[in-house]
C-alpha cells in the first residue's frame, strides 16, 4: 500500500496541469468569488429630468443620503416623463427622476418628483428602492421637525407623504421584481454554456483517445472544417435548448418577449460560436477526457459567478469586476435580458453583440490554429 501512496504521489507531481488545479484553484476560487460574493450596490447612476430638475438637483446636494448613494450623471430639462422609460431600456441609468411637480419647495419631496427604475436590473433597482425611500423619510422629518419647532398644532405638516413605495417609485420592465424575469434570460445562456463548453470539449480528446486523430491528418480536410464538423451536431442540438427552455421559461414562469426574435436568435447564435469554439480550444489541449472536463469547468464555474447572473456586476470591486467583462456570458445576458424584458432593440445592444462577435472571430482563429497544430502533430502532446 505504501507503494501504491508513493506511486500516486510521484504521478501527480509530474502531472502539473492537475495539481494546479488541486492546489492554486481552490485558494484563486475562494479570493475571486469572496470579492464577487456581494448582493449590495453601493452607488445609484441617475439621470434627472423635468422643468424643475436643477433646483431638485441642488436640494438633493444638501442631503447626505445622495451623496453618499446616488450618482447624478445627467440633468437634462428638456426631457419629460415620456423619455424616462426610454433612457431605461437604453440603460443610460440605473434610475431616472422625473421633476415637474412644481417650485415649490414647502411641498413634500415626493409630490415633486417621481422615480422610474429598470426593474430588470434586479439588485441595483431593490438598492435604489431603498435609496429614494430613505431620501423621502428623511424628508418627511425634517418637515416634522420643522413644524414642530415653529409651534405649529398639527404634528405633521400638510403635504408630508407616505412610505408607500408605489407612490414614489416606478419600476419598469419588471414590475414586481420577480427573481425569474431576470435569472430565466441569465439560464438559457448557461445551459448553452454547459452544451458547448463541456460536451464539446471531449470531442477531439475522444479523437484522440481512440487513435482515430492521426486519420483526420492525413485526410483532405482543412481543419476549419473539421471544427465545423465536430460542432455541427452540438450546434443544432443547443439551438433545440434554447428554444425549449426559452418557450418553458416563457411559459412557466410567465416571464415576457417582447422584444424582436431575430435579435435574439442572432446574439444565441453568436454565442454558441463563442462557447462552442471554446469547447474545441479546450479538446485541442487536453490529453484526456478528465482533462477537458477539468478545463471545461474551469471555464464555466467563473461564467456563472462573474457574469452578473446571481452578483451585481455593479457590486463587485474592479480587481474582480474586469474579469467579468472578459467573459461571454456576461455580453450575451445583457442582450437577451435587454430584448426578452425591455424590448430593446440593435441600437441599444450592438455594444454587447459586437464584443460577441469580435469574441467568435478570434475564439474560431485560435481554436482553428490550435486544431492545425494538433493534426500536424498527429495527436502529440500540445
Given at each position: 500500500m505504501r507503494a501504491l501512496i508513493v506511486k500516486e504521489f510521484r504521478e501527480l507531481a509530474r502531472?502539473?496541469?492537475?495539481?494546479?488545479?488541486?492546489?492554486?484553484?481552490?485558494?484563486?476560487?475562494?479570493?475571486?468569488?469572496g470579492y464577487a460574493a456581494?448582493?449590495?450596490?453601493?452607488?445609484?447612476?441617475?439621470?434627472?429630468?423635468?422643468?424643475?430638475?436643477?433646483?431638485?438637483?441642488?436640494?438633493?446636494?444638501?442631503s447626505d443620503i445622495a451623496k453618499d448613494d446616488l450618482d447624478i450623471i445627467r440633468v437634462d430639462a428638456a426631457l419629460d416623463t415620456a423619455d424616462a422609460e426610454s433612457l431605461l431600456r437604453d440603460q443610460e441609468a440605473d434610475a431616472v427622476i422625473v421633476a415637474d411637480g412644481g417650485s415649490d419647495t414647502d411641498a413634500a419631496l415626493s409630490s415633486r418628483m417621481r422615480v422610474y427604475l429598470d426593474g430588470s436590473d434586479l439588485f441595483t433597482a431593490q438598492s435604489a428602492q431603498g435609496v429614494f425611500l430613505r431620501l423621502v423619510a428623511e424628508d418627511a422629518s425634517a418637515r416634522m421637525a420643522a413644524a414642530q419647532a415653529s409651534g405649529a398644532t398639527a404634528s405633521v405638516p400638510a403635504g408630508t407623504p407616505s412610505l408607500d413605495t408605489d407612490e414614489v417609485v416606478?419600476?419598469?420592465?419588471?414590475?414586481?421584481?420577480?427573481?425569474?424575469w431576470v435569472m430565466v434570460p441569465g439560464l438559457i445562456g448557461m445551459i448553452l454554456l454547459f452544451i458547448g463548453g463541456l460536451i464539446t470539449s471531449i470531442g477531439v480528446v475522444r479523437e484522440r483517445e481512440t487513435g482515430t486523430l492521426e486519420q483526420l491528418a492525413v485526410m483532405p480536410l482543412r481543419p476549419s472544417a473539421i471544427i465545423v464538423g465536430k460542432i455541427a451536431p452540438y450546434f443544432l442540438?443547443?439551438?433545440?435548448?434554447?428554444?425549449?427552455?426559452?418557450?418553458?421559461?416563457?411559459?412557466?414562469?410567465?416571464?415576457?418577449?417582447?422584444?424582436?426574435?431575430?435579435?435574439?436568435?442572432?446574439?444565441?447564435?453568436?454565442?454558441?460560436?463563442?462557447?462552442?469554439?471554446i469547447g474545441v480550444m479546450i479538446s485541442t489541449v487536453s490529453q484526456n477526457t478528465g482533462q477537458a472536463i477539468q478545463m471545461a469547468i474551469l471555464f464555466v464555474v467563473p461564467q456563472i459567478l462573474l457574469s452578473g447572473l446571481i452578483f451585481p456586476l455593479d457590486s463587485m470591486p474592479m480587481g474582480v469586476r474586469w474579469i467579468g467583462y472578459i467573459l461571454p456570458l456576461t455580453w450575451f445576458r445583457e442582450v437577451v435580458q435587454g430584448v426578452m424584458l425591455r424590448g430593446a432593440g440593435l441600437d441599444s445592444l450592438w455594444l454587447p453583440l459586437t464584443i460577441l462577435a469580435?469574441?467568435?472571430?478570434?475564439?474560431?482563429?485560435?481554436?482553428?490554429?490550435?486544431?492545425?497544430?494538433?493534426?500536424?502533430?498527429?495527436?502529440?502532446?500540445?
Open positions: 502531472d502539473h496541469r492537475t495539481l494546479a488545479m488541486l492546489v492554486v484553484l481552490p485558494v484563486l476560487l475562494l479570493v475571486i468569488f456581494n448582493f449590495s450596490v453601493d452607488r445609484v447612476s441617475v439621470i434627472v429630468v423635468g422643468s424643475e430638475a436643477e433646483s431638485l438637483v441642488t436640494e438633493l446636494d444638501g416606478t419600476v419598469l420592465f419588471n414590475p414586481d421584481l420577480k427573481t425569474s442540438l443547443a439551438l433545440v435548448d434554447m428554444a425549449a427552455v426559452t418557450a418553458l421559461g416563457v411559459w412557466l414562469f410567465d416571464v415576457p418577449f417582447v422584444g424582436s426574435l431575430w435579435l435574439f436568435s442572432l446574439a444565441a447564435v453568436v454565442f454558441l460560436f463563442v462557447v462552442l469554439g469580435v469574441m467568435a472571430v478570434v475564439v474560431f482563429g485560435v481554436a482553428t490554429a490550435r486544431m492545425r497544430f494538433s493534426l500536424t502533430h498527429g495527436g502529440a502532446r500540445s
